[in-house]
């Protein structure tokens, strides 16, 4: 009786084909454990941007009479510069040098136009928060937060964010700690590209392109993983508030 063997084995090519397979599949799985999600990042801002929009549609910041003789010089001031007011949705370079954002709406806290100081506070101010509680912002200037800040706002640490650009009418802003950008939403569906000045030198003109930036056409945002920028993360902003990643 004669035994018939058999002898399985590959060939070159298919060796070659099985190489290349498993080193795809190791990439894969390096990036997906190692890079932070950019499209995490781009469904985060799409969302947290538009619920900064929705609320501030809703929210009517608008002017209210407030006789002197009411006595509350604070709420004289809230009633004036009603428009400072506005909720924004700030994006920063802190003094650690990390990436964030803040969404809250500006107050006074005294009878001077010039505390409105263009930073979001627990204490007097309003500063969203998330379902759980926790503040959407992260503001060194502003320790009082941390403790209760959702970490996902901290683009740097979360999704390892360490530039950011906005392109706006042929200009490109890089941000800086000096620089941050904003958007500023009233219950008109207008957008503002900063809080402005507006009311620092006791006038009041709101409209005034040179005072308060109004977003007539679409602007730019990118958040860059690298110097290069080659990985980034774009959106395109456009005027009435709507929001797109690419």
Partial sequence: MKATGFTIGFT???????????????TAINVAIFSPSLQGLKDQIVNHFGVTASVGNQDDKVYYYMPAEA????????SKY???????????????GEISYCIFSDQPTASSATNFDKRAHNE??????????KYLCHDTNNPSLEAEEDTFVNLTKKYDIV???LIYNGTTKTLSSSTPFRFLFDSNGNV??????????GDIKI??????????????LIFCQ????????????YPGGLITAK
């Fill in 207 to 220: 409209f005034d392109p040179t005072k308060r930036p109004l977003l007539t056409s679409p602007a730019t």
């Fill in 82 to 96: 009603y428009f400072k007011q506005f909720w924004q949705f700030k994006i920063m370079e802190n003094g650690d």
């Fill in 124 to 133: 007097y101010g309003e500063v969203l928060t998330n379902g759980k509680g």
């Fill in 226 to 237: 690298n110097s290069s920028c080659d990985k980034n993360a774009t959106f395109t902003i």
């Fill in 71 to 78: 006595g509350d010089s604070v709420a004289q001031m809230r």
């Fill in 192 to 201: 503002f590209l900063d809080e402005g000045s507006a009311g620092d030198g």
């Fill in 12 to 26: 070159m090519l298919e060796l070659i084909v099985v190489i290349i397979i498993v080193g795809i599949l190791a």
């Fill in 163 to 165: 530039k950011a650009y």
